[in-house]
């Protein structure tokens, strides 16, 4: 970590893990406790959602609030979930399942409180996605917002790919599920947030369903990828949420979720505390 003569630049990389990426928030508000905005966020995914939110300018505890509105009432969740049906008769009874549009889903549940572009945030966000075809990292900084976050977000077989000019784009974490690589060059305390997980077995003796290999997989994937970077480099502080059973797609637990995770909001004020003394020059 760079000593410094003045307040330590903070980077923020937020990673990609379904609902487990709830657990972002405490570590969100962990800053806002301290008065420390970060110069810099990374988002992969869920993080990606989260890191746009807070790059606009809203706090954690705002972010938390939102997301326990979002997903308190069922019934109004499955009504917006309905918007997002197939707007063609004959695209219902297609062959396979109907993956959602991930474009939609921000528009229905989340464009009321993020900006239109880049331009408008008041913090430098990146964003990551994965090149389908390409098989490689796809980075935005500039431009319109939402288009970046869906491609970011566009988990397969939940999402429909991101048509983004000649290239088709996935799930950022598919290549990049923890982006705090980058960061040091502006940064003097680089802070990353794991929230990936692992496979959880649902019952003693349960076969493994389809959609449980799916995620779970990509799990082990993006885990293996994170343990071969942290061999090469390693943020000031990584944070991670306890270990849990909640799955890629259990936002309904939303409550749970954070209630699981607060233990990070204290944990990570102290460890900020620490490196902030640290980085502060000897008077």
């Known amino acids: 970590m ?15 893990g379904g609902a487990r990426g709830l657990a972002h928030i405490p570590v969100l508000e962990a800053l806002d406790d301290l008065g420390l905005r970060p110069v810099k966020i990374a988002g992969t995914s869920i993080g990606a959602i989260l890191g746009a939110a807070y790059a606009s300018g809203l706090g954690g505890e705002d972010i938390r609030r939102i997301v326990l509105e979002i997903f308190a009432d069922r019934n109004a969740v499955l009504s917006r979930l309905w918007q997002l049906r ?20 921000l528009e229905v549940f989340l464009s009321d409180y993020l900006p239109d572009s880049f331009e408008d945030l008041k913090t430098p966000l990146r964003l990551l996605a994965t090149d389908f075809y390409g098989c490689q990292e796809v980075d935005f900084e500039s431009g319109p917002l939402l288009p970046a976050i869906a491609a970011s977000i566009a988990i397969p077989a939940v999402f429909r790919p991101v048509r983004h000019g ?18 040091r060059a502006e940064c003097d305390i680089v802070i990353a947030v ?11 003796g349960a076969e493994i369903s389809m959609m449980d290999s799916l995620f779970g997989s990509s799990q082990i994937l993006m885990q293996t990828i994170t343990t071969q970077k942290l061999k090469t480099d390693q943020p000031d502080i990584l944070v991670r949420p306890p270990h849990d059973n909640i799955r890629v797609l259990d936002f309904m637990k939303a409550g749970r979720i954070l209630d699981a995770a607060e233990s990070l ?10 490196l902030v003394k640290e980085s502060m020059p000897v008077t």
Not at 2 to 16: E, M, Q, Y
């Open 265 to 274: 909001r204290e944990n990570t004020k102290k460890r900020i505390e620490e």
């Open 166 to 183: 000649d290239r088709y784009l996935i799930d950022g974490g598919v290549v990049n599920p923890l982006p705090f690589d980058g960061l």
């Open 86 to 105: 197939p707007r063609r008769f004959k695209d219902m009874f297609r062959t396979g399942p109907v993956q959602f549009d991930p474009e939609r889903v």
């Open 2 to 16: 760079t000593v410094t003569t003045h307040a330590p630049r903070i980077g923020l990389a937020l990673g990609g």
């Open 194 to 204: 794991d929230v990936v997980g692992a496979p959880v077995p649902r019952e003693k």
